[in-house]
């Protein structure tokens, strides 16, 4: 069965950073496709950053130069680094496992129960 869970999430002024961690527990980690979402209230899920099996990253433009996404095959683990954090970054940040289409496009199947990230200015 495949498990989920985030840690790492908090309240920071803007212009700080966090670094989200999602343990994966389940089977052949390293051979899945992780991404980050975040819901901020009122407004839809929205793609974060994703990760393929083979390492090969993707941001949405709102993060791009802020965040980045690693993960660490030895420890099941995937990570969300943010930097220059803003308060419209504030969020419910979910891990996911997801799959890979031919066209490139990314879509979550699996989720984390989700961290809290908030941003004051």
């Known amino acids: 069965q495949v498990q989920l869970v985030e840690s790492g999430g908090g309240s920071v002024q803007a212009g700080g950073s966090l670094r989200l961690s999602c343990l994966y527990s389940?089977?052949?980690?390293?051979?899945?496709?992780m991404g980050w979402y975040r819901q901020a209230p009122g407004k839809q899920r929205e793609l974060v950053a994703t990760?393929?099996?083979?390492?090969?990253?993707n941001y949405a433009d709102s993060v791009k130069g802020r965040f980045t996404i690693s993960r660490d095959n030895g420890k099941n683990t995937v990570y969300l680094q943010m930097n220059s954090l803003k308060p419209e970054d504030t969020a419910v940040y979910y891990c996911?496992?997801?799959?890979?289409?031919?066209?490139?496009?990314?879509?979550?199947?699996?989720w984390g129960q989700g961290t809290q990230v908030t941003v004051s200015s």
């Open positions: 389940g089977s052949q980690f390293s051979s899945n496709h």
């Open positions: 990760v393929t099996s083979g390492g090969r990253t």
């Open positions: 996911n496992i997801g799959v890979m289409v031919p066209s490139g496009s990314y879509y979550p199947v699996h």
